[in-house]
């Protein structure tokens, strides 16, 4: 039996814990984890059983050497953590947003090339199996060449994370707000099906959420190259709802997340083509992330977001940010 992948879990909050339940589930990783709080640090070891838990980064490396680190405090400390790991030769998840800046990443790319590490960045849409198979599709010319995307999606933030109000979510210098909570995974999604996104113009505002001021509602208009794009999310409808269309010259393609499909047609009037997934928990995309992570570390094909595509859709995000408070369109 393979040994296990000695992992090191950096904060515990919803996502952080996510990641730990799910890389336990994959039976491949001996774990501990970094966490600051020491009453959430020993609900959570108690929790999971786990026996090596840091108050500090210091203190997990004084303590012990990992070989892999994911990375699931706020958006600020995403760089200097990493820096720090793979200054030491650790192979690195990042949760998404890569960062709430520029700053550091130049640095980290550098270290991570001349360190031959494995890293990743949790955009976790693209381990979904339907957004994958329609992604080859477009991508093999199937539809003829892409001309436009619409994507809407909507959710009841409150009843998935009930503690939005005093976490990172309320404050954009902490990657708070939607843009850089929940409407990033959908421009990466977009930018992975189609290219990087050139130029975007946004309106948005805080329409319902109670208790915060950052954005709860956002409608995108962008330019990937040549090809159109809308962009629309709320945070605050009751309908959880994920809808990803690619318009070609010879047809067109959609995914849906809340239906477990993606669907096609190419004449009109045709009809619907639809390729359907049985239904999964929400842990599934991140236990297939962590297997994709770990098949990476094994020298196996890595599947993940690259640092390089996740920093794109980072400047994707400040340009968005930048033209919602000056109401001009942004070069990406």
């Given at each position: 039996?393979p040994?296990?992948?000695?992992?090191?879990?950096?904060?515990?909050?919803?996502i952080g814990?996510?990641h730990l339940?799910c890389?336990q589930?994959t039976g491949?990783?001996?774990l501990s984890?970094v966490e600051i709080?020491p009453?959430?640090?020993?609900t959570i070891?108690?929790?999971?059983?786990?026996?090596?838990?840091?108050?500090?980064l210091e203190?997990?490396f004084?303590?012990e050497q990992?070989e892999c680190a994911?990375?699931?405090?706020p958006?600020p400390?995403?760089i200097?953590?990493a820096?720090?790991l793979?200054?030491?030769?650790?192979?690195?998840l990042?949760?998404k947003?890569?960062?709430?800046?520029?700053d550091?990443i130049d640095?980290l790319?550098q270290?991570v090339s001349?360190?031959g590490?494995v890293?990743g960045?949790?955009?976790?849409m693209?381990?979904?199996?339907c957004l994958i198979?329609?992604?080859?599709a477009v991508?093999?010319?199937?539809?003829g060449?892409?001309?436009?995307l619409v994507a809407?999606?909507?959710?009841?933030?409150?009843?998935?994370r009930p503690?939005?109000?005093h976490?990172?979510?309320n404050?954009?210098?902490?990657?708070g707000?939607?843009?850089?909570?929940a409407?990033?995974?959908t421009?990466?999604a977009?930018e992975?099906?189609?290219g990087?996104i050139?130029?975007l113009?946004?309106?948005a505002?805080h329409?319902v959420?109670p208790d915060?001021?950052?954005?709860?509602?956002v409608?995108?208009?962008?330019r990937?190259?040549?090809?159109?794009?809308?962009?629309?999310?709320?945070?605050?409808?009751?309908a959880?709802?994920?809808?990803?269309?690619?318009?070609?010259?010879?047809g067109m393609?959609r995914?849906?997340?809340?239906?477990?499909r993606?669907r096609?047609?190419?004449k009109?009037?045709?009809g619907?083509q639809d390729?359907?997934?049985a239904?999964?928990e929400?842990d599934t995309?991140?236990?297939?992330?962590a297997h994709a992570f770990?098949?990476?570390?094994?020298?196996?094909?890595?599947r993940l977001?690259?640092i390089?595509d996740?920093?794109q859709?980072?400047?994707?995000?400040l340009a968005?940010?930048?033209?919602w408070?000056?109401g001009?369109?942004?070069?990406t």
């Amino acid at each position: 039996m393979p040994a296990l992948h000695r992992v090191l879990v950096l904060g515990v909050g919803s996502i952080g814990e996510r990641h730990l339940r799910c890389l336990q589930n994959t039976g491949r990783a001996q774990l501990s984890f970094v966490e600051i709080n020491p009453q959430l640090r020993a609900t959570i070891a108690e929790r999971y059983s786990i026996a090596q838990h840091f108050g500090s980064l210091e203190e997990a490396f004084h303590r012990e050497q990992p070989e892999c680190a994911v990375i699931a405090t706020p958006a600020p400390f995403h760089i200097p953590m990493a820096q720090q790991l793979a200054e030491r030769g650790v192979q690195l998840l990042i949760e998404k947003p890569l960062s709430t800046s520029l700053d550091g990443i130049d640095r980290l790319q550098q270290t991570v090339s001349e360190r031959g590490l494995v890293t990743g960045v949790g955009y976790t849409m693209r381990m979904h199996p339907c957004l994958i198979a329609m992604q080859q599709a477009v991508a093999s010319g199937r539809f003829g060449k892409p001309v436009q995307l619409v994507a809407v999606t909507g959710q009841n933030f409150p009843t998935y994370r009930p503690g939005y109000r005093h976490i990172y979510y309320n404050n954009h210098a902490t990657g708070g707000g939607a843009i850089q909570d929940a409407l990033t995974h959908t421009l990466n999604a977009g930018e992975w099906m189609l290219g990087p996104i050139t130029k975007l113009v946004v309106d948005a505002a805080h329409q319902v959420l109670p208790d915060v001021a950052v954005e709860d509602t956002v409608n995108l208009l962008a330019r990937h190259g040549e090809v159109l794009a809308t962009y629309s999310l709320n945070q605050h409808q009751p309908a959880n709802e994920f809808t990803l269309t690619v318009i070609c010259e010879g047809g067109m393609a959609r995914f849906e997340g809340h239906e477990r499909r993606w669907r096609w047609t190419v004449k009109p009037d045709s009809g619907w083509q639809d390729e359907v997934i049985a239904p999964f928990e929400r842990d599934t995309l991140y236990v297939a992330q962590a297997h994709a992570f770990l098949d990476a570390v094994d020298g196996r094909a890595n599947r993940l977001c690259s640092i390089s595509d996740a920093l794109q859709t980072l400047k994707v995000n400040l340009a968005a940010l930048a033209s919602w408070r000056s109401g001009r369109w942004e070069v990406t």
